[in-house]
């Protein structure tokens, strides 16, 4: 039984296509119709539909993220956008004042309230470096 062997050019295309290329720093930042037009030009997209994927990403980002859903979303490789819930805060009567000792304040309550975070994962902490 013969092994078929793998030509060299199929594996430089392989490495070619999987190797991230390498581009210069921007020295201003981008509006949106610049990031657009940057992604279209760099691909073989139209303009048109690079907004509809961003657009339609941001849509899939709230599914994840609102009230009842998941609340985590992860952009493989990039960041990862969590929702988190503060629990509400009673109120509290004659604490000690920190800036003024001897004195006492009242505290008043705190309702609970979602926050959004955004954590880098190790692909976009190695592109700072």
Excluded: C
């Amino acid at each position: 039984m013969a092994v078929k062997k793998k030509s060299a050019k199929t594996a430089a295309k392989k490495k070619a296509a999987t190797a991230v290329r390498k581009a210069p720093a921007i020295q201003k930042k981008y509006t949106k119709t610049e990031i657009l037009n940057e992604i279209a030009q760099n691909t073989d997209v139209s303009k048109k539909e690079v907004a509809a994927v961003l657009d339609e990403l941001a849509v899939l980002i709230e599914r994840h993220i609102k009230k009842r859903a998941v609340g985590e979303f992860t952009l493989p490789g990039l960041l990862k956008i969590k929702s988190v819930v503060r629990p509400a805060r009673p109120a509290r009567k004659n604490v000690p004042n920190p800036f003024r000792p001897g004195e006492t304040m009242d505290i008043p309550r705190k309702p609970a309230t979602t926050r959004v975070k955004v954590l880098p994962l190790k692909k976009l902490k190695e592109f700072a470096v």
